[in-house]
């Protein structure tokens, strides 16, 4: 098994296709697959079922190590330049939607200061997708909404920020207060994020500690989408108030709502694994802007 054949499996994997992976690769197709049966020889299985290019279990097992694998290999490389004192390598970070909007132009910006050579990859997805793509390896760190639960992941708090309830200006169900009892939220209909989320479980943790049922107007996967639903009036929303740009304050307003607790948002990254000197120097530029930007209103906008 050599570096050539797993870059081969994954190029396979991500194109589902040997030509488009062998244009991936900047190769030919027949080279493509002489590393992918060779691979598939030294094994004795089948990894890819020609006839629909899926992967076999046995290549889903393969490719989940194949990604780990190239990602330890890529941190060699990046440890060994920063020994010469040439920090460079990428780093692909993975980001909840709320948070990307408002800490990526600032990373960004503190790497060109600090760090030129660093070449940053972000993904923006859900804690829940995040998750498996840290776990297989597809990603070296992620921002997500903690706790995680998988035994592959390691985590540290990054910041937390308070839980609102979004309203429109022009149909608010509770004029003049800018605080409820979580009471008030029984039976109400919702914008609420989709059933086994990690935001979605602490929300019906929290529901069922005040005995009240949370009623879904609508149940969505990602609260960027249920956050744009709630700015145009479309319904009412729980939503982190990093999500609620400031511009916006003229349309809609936040209530604070009693008992429910802040969102902690924290750093992930694989157990077994040694963040490579850029990831070190990205982790450290993150929890530097998270901490001197406090979240309110009026904030990260």
Known sequence: MDIKQLRAILAVYEKESFSRAAELLGTVQSNVSAHVTRLENELNVVLIDRSTMSLTPEGEAVVSRAYRAMSEIAAVWDDLRSLNATLAGTV???????????????LYTRLKETSPSIRL?????TSTTLNQLLENGRLDIGIMTLP????????????????????????????GLDSIPMSQLDNLALLLPAPGTTFRNELEEVATNSNITLKPAAELDGIRLIASLAFDGNGLALLPISAVPAHLKDRIRLITVEG????????AWRLRSIPSASTKVVISLLEEIAAHAPLTHSDKQ
């Open 92 to 106: 692909r970070l993975g980001i909840i939607g709320t948070t990307a909007r408002w800490i990526t132009p600032q």
């Open 121 to 125: 990859i972000v993904h923006d997805g």
């Open 148 to 175: 995680v639960t998988s035994q592959e992941l390691m985590s540290s708090p990054l910041f937390t920020e308070k839980i609102a309830l979004v309203v429109s200006r022009y149909n608010d169900p509770f004029p």
């Open 260 to 267: 429910i607790t802040p969102r902690v948002v924290g750093l």
